[in-house]
């Protein structure tokens, strides 16, 4: 099976100042497959975040390859890696970064707008979608109303709205507590297994890792292990 998103021999450097350098990624290869679940683990300051922004068009290399659905994103100009990013991804962070003023549909809905999705479909799609992470009762709420783990269902319902290929989750759990998290997490292996969606995420909860389907471990700007949780495709 061909990756979805394949690094090649990727680095990433800043400079400080002139005589100043930080090796943030070193010689990174990774592959991830289609409909899969993976998580980039380590410490604060090992590079997860780094690589993330790399893979989700965010950011450039200084050195190597990102391919995505068959081409070289690091070869794409802004505007183009602006589409990218649109239509074909999709990102989830700790933070859920909801309107505030907006219910839980509104803010699925309004998602819907900004790839340009036809009226006709933007409601259909915005209550199947709430439906799909279990919101359906409450759909008219404003974050201020949801609890931490509805609202980044509602979070996760936005993501997969305009039907992205890829989605990518820095530390989604990391402000949940642990029955929460590991529901969106289950939410998330459904996601994956179930909907044909490809996933990659960031965390340090060892829990969390258990229901992944690969997890690269980051030390320094490297990944220094990869491990195959099998026993999670046979579980579904």
């Given at each position: 099976?061909e990756?979805?998103?394949?690094?090649?021999?990727?680095?990433?450097?800043?400079?400080?100042?002139?005589?100043?350098?930080?090796?943030?990624?070193k010689?990174i290869?990774?592959d991830?497959?289609?409909?899969?679940?993976?998580?980039?683990?380590?410490?604060?300051g090992?590079?997860k975040t780094?690589?993330?922004?790399?893979?989700?068009?965010?950011?450039?290399?200084?050195g190597?390859?990102v391919?995505?659905?068959?081409?070289?994103?690091?070869?794409?100009?802004?505007?183009?890696?602006d589409k990218?990013?649109?239509?074909?991804?999709?990102?989830?962070?700790?933070?859920?970064?909801l309107?505030?003023?907006m219910?839980?549909?509104?803010?699925?809905?309004?998602?819907?707008r900004?790839v340009?999705?036809p009226?006709?479909?933007?409601?259909?799609?915005?209550?199947?979608c709430?439906i799909?992470?279990?919101?359906?009762k409450r759909?008219?709420?404003r974050?201020g109303?949801?609890?931490?783990?509805?609202?980044?269902?509602?979070?996760?319902a936005?993501a997969?709205?305009?039907r992205?290929?890829?989605?990518?989750?820095?530390?989604?759990?990391?402000?949940?507590d642990?029955?929460?998290?590991?529901?969106?997490?289950?939410?998330?292996?459904?996601?994956?297994?179930?909907?044909?969606?490809?996933?990659?995420?960031?965390?340090?909860?060892t829990?969390?890792?258990?229901?992944c389907?690969?997890?690269?471990?980051?030390?320094?700007?490297?990944?220094?292990?990869?491990?195959?949780?099998?026993?999670?495709?046979?579980?579904?």
């Amino acid at each position: 099976m061909e990756p979805m998103l394949k690094a090649v021999n990727v680095s990433r450097t800043f400079k400080i100042n002139d005589k100043t350098e930080v090796h943030a990624l070193k010689r990174i290869d990774l592959d991830i497959k289609p409909n899969t679940l993976s998580v980039l683990r380590g410490r604060s300051g090992s590079g997860k975040t780094t690589l993330i922004n790399i893979l989700g068009a965010l950011d450039k290399p200084t050195g190597g390859e990102v391919w995505f659905d068959g081409k070289d994103i690091t070869k794409l100009s802004d505007s183009d890696a602006d589409k990218v990013r649109r239509y074909d991804m999709s990102f989830v962070f700790q933070s859920v970064a909801l309107i505030p003023t907006m219910t839980a549909y509104e803010n699925v809905e309004f998602a819907m707008r900004l790839v340009g999705a036809p009226i006709s479909e933007r409601s259909k799609r915005a209550k199947e979608c709430l439906i799909r992470v279990g919101l359906e009762k409450r759909m008219h709420h404003r974050p201020g109303e949801l609890s931490g783990g509805e609202q980044q269902r509602v979070a996760i319902a936005r993501a997969i709205a305009h039907r992205p290929k890829l989605i990518f989750a820095d530390e989604p759990t990391a402000a949940l507590d642990m029955p929460t998290g590991l529901a969106v997490m289950n939410l998330f292996r459904e996601l994956a297994h179930e909907d044909g969606l490809t996933i990659v995420m960031t965390t340090h909860d060892t829990a969390m890792m258990e229901m992944c389907d690969t997890v690269y471990t980051l030390e320094d700007g490297e990944i220094t292990d990869t491990a195959e949780n099998t026993f999670t495709q046979k579980e579904d």
